[in-house]
Nanobody, 116 residues
Framework: QVRLVESGGGLVQPGGSLRLSCTTS????????MGWYRQVPGNEREVVAD???????YYVDSVKGRFTISRDNAKNTVYLQMNSLKLEDTGVYYC??????????WGQGTQITVSS
């Protein structure tokens, strides 16, 4: 059974920072684009950022310049460094192994709340 284990969510004030981590098996990690997605109640899950096996990154416009996605191949881990957090960044963040248009494999989700 494929497992993606996420960590790093929580409550933060506007302007603050958080770092999310997601670890999976080496076998899956080595062949997968890894991504972070966000879902808020009433909305569809949307891609926030992803990174290919070759290191090519994609960011949704709303997070460009504030979020950085990276992958550590030695640790089978993908990170999402989130700076200058805004109220609208609030949501459940999911890690995905697989490209944006694939079914992929998903983590359990971690809540991020940006609130003063």
């Amino acid at each position: 059974q494929v497992r993606l284990v996420e960590s790093g969510g929580g409550l933060v004030q506007p302007g603050g920072s958080l770092r999310l981590s997601c670890t999976t098996s080496r076998r899956l990690f080595e062949i997968s684009t890894m991504g972070w997605y966000r879902q808020v109640p009433g909305n569809e899950r949307e891609v926030v950022a992803d990174i290919s096996t070759g290191g090519t990154t994609y960011y949704v416009d709303s997070v460009k310049g504030r979020f950085t996605i990276s992958r550590d191949n030695a640790k089978n881990t993908v990170y999402l460094q989130m700076n200058s957090l805004k109220l609208e960044d609030t949501g459940v963040y999911y890690c995905k192994a697989g490209g944006r248009w694939s079914v992929g494999a998903w983590g359990q989700g971690t809540q991020i709340t940006v609130s003063s």
